[in-house]
């Protein structure tokens, strides 16, 4: 079981036991609590639980027992005078908890998959500009992204939006930037995406050519034309072979 907080990392693994006989339920629950990748502050704790109550715990950052009621005040008090029980258990922190958790970072968390960048036009909102560009980054892993606007090479703060990373619920995350301005002949407007899945940035450049719908409109156009061009040449062919071998005779 894993939890996850935006503001920092967390995680939390648990192996259960439980037993029911009679009505009665015994709980043993295994715990391993880290918070950073080093892995240094990882913790294990053993909980034993008797009808949902916890009556006993062990801690390894204490290397002890603790317990909530009397009977589990008992045993601990035992358990701590037991050299061979205490080492037993506090094995756990390096063979159960940090081994499993290297492995779990090594098959997801240190994995890393690029955006995919989209740039396009999209309706102005503002009435002192007349275009409204929107950089887009898409199912992108690990968080911890950036955009950037480039005019000519240079970075614009002006008039520039962004929307913060947006979690999709499935390992991956999205952003979106948005710039408004005024075009000038000539100029190049580029979006700039910094991310740990790339070596360096990258720059993705806005075509101005025809705006987004337009640019649809040609496609789907053209389409139409060649498929109609297609089946012009195929009535055409099928005319001619059924007209192969017809011998045609005068009227009188």
Known sequence: MCTWFPSAFRALAALSVLSVVDGYSYHIQKECRYSSQDLKDTE???????????????????????????????????FNKDEAELAGVHSNLDAYC?????????????????????????KASSERHTT???????????????????RNGEEVTRDVTSTEELYDGD???????????TPQSGETIECQVDHSS?????????????????????????SGLV????????????YKK?????????SS
């Open 227 to 238: 498929l109609g061009l297609v089946f012009s040449i195929a009535g055409l062919v099928y």
């Open 44 to 78: 294990f704790l053993e909980r034993r639980i008797f009808n949902k109550q916890e009556w006993l715990r062990y801690n390894s950052t204490l290397n002890e027992y603790i317990g909530y009621t009397d009977i589990g005040v008992k045993n601990a008090d035992r």
């Open 98 to 122: 940090k081994n499993n958790a290297e492995k779990y970072f090594k098959a997801i968390l240190w994995n890393k998959v690029e955006p995919t960048v989209k740039v396009k036009t999209v």
């Open 198 to 222: 790339f070596s360096q940035p990258k720059t993705y450049k806005w075509d101005p050519s025809l705006p987004e719908g337009e640019r649809n409109k040609v496609i789907i156009g053209a």
């Open 242 to 250: 059924k007209s192969t071998g017809r011998i045609l005779v005068p």
């Open 132 to 150: 409204k560009l929107q950089c887009s980054a898409y199912d992108f892993y690990p968080e911890g992204i950036k955009l950037k606007w480039l």
């Open 171 to 181: 390992w991956y995350h999205q952003i979106h930037s948005y710039l408004e301005f």
